[in-house]
C-alpha cells in the first residue's frame, strides 16, 4: 500500500525549484500536486492522458477548451487527453491534486 498526506506533499514541494511534484506513477495512473502561485502565469501544453484536478486549496480560473470556470477548495475539474487548459486569475495561492490517466508519460 502507498499512502500520502497532502499537507506533506505541499510541503515538500515548496522546498523544489520546480511548481509540480509527481509523487506517484504506476502504469494505469500518475498523481503530482501543482502549486501555481498567485498572479502567475500557467505555461503548461496539452498532455495525451486524461486529467483529473482536485483544488486543495486556492482560488483562480481555469479555462477548459476556452471554456472558463471558477475553482476553489474542493473543486474537481476533468480535462480530457489533447484539450487546451490552463489555470488562470489564480487569486489565492492554488495547491492542486493532479491525476493523470493512464500514467504521465513526461519523464
Given at each position: 500500500?502507498?499512502?500520502?498526506?497532502?499537507?506533506?506533499?505541499?510541503?515538500?514541494q515548496a522546498?523544489?525549484?520546480?511548481?509540480?511534484?509527481?509523487?506517484?506513477?504506476?502504469?494505469?495512473?500518475?498523481?503530482?500536486?501543482?502549486?501555481?502561485?498567485?498572479?502567475?502565469?500557467?505555461?503548461?501544453?496539452?498532455?495525451?492522458?486524461d486529467e483529473?484536478?482536485?483544488?486543495?486549496?486556492?482560488?483562480?480560473?481555469?479555462?477548459?477548451?476556452?471554456?472558463?470556470?471558477?475553482?476553489?477548495?474542493?473543486?474537481?475539474?476533468?480535462?480530457?487527453?489533447?484539450?487546451t487548459h490552463?489555470?488562470?486569475?489564480?487569486?489565492?495561492?492554488?495547491?492542486?491534486?493532479?491525476?493523470?490517466?493512464?500514467?504521465?508519460?513526461?519523464?
Amino acid at each position: 500500500m502507498l499512502a500520502f498526506e497532502t499537507r506533506e506533499l505541499i510541503e515538500e514541494q515548496a522546498t523544489r525549484e520546480n511548481r509540480s511534484l509527481e509523487f506517484l506513477r504506476v502504469p494505469a495512473l500518475s498523481r503530482g500536486i501543482d502549486v501555481p502561485p498567485i498572479g502567475s502565469k500557467d505555461t503548461q501544453q496539452q498532455h495525451d492522458e486524461d486529467e483529473v484536478y482536485y483544488v486543495v486549496e486556492g482560488r483562480a480560473l481555469i479555462t477548459v477548451d476556452r471554456e472558463d470556470c471558477p475553482v476553489e477548495a474542493g473543486s474537481l475539474v476533468y480535462v480530457a487527453a489533447h484539450v487546451t487548459h490552463r489555470f488562470h486569475h489564480i487569486e489565492e495561492e492554488l495547491n492542486v491534486l493532479v491525476f493523470f490517466a493512464t500514467a504521465l508519460t513526461e519523464a
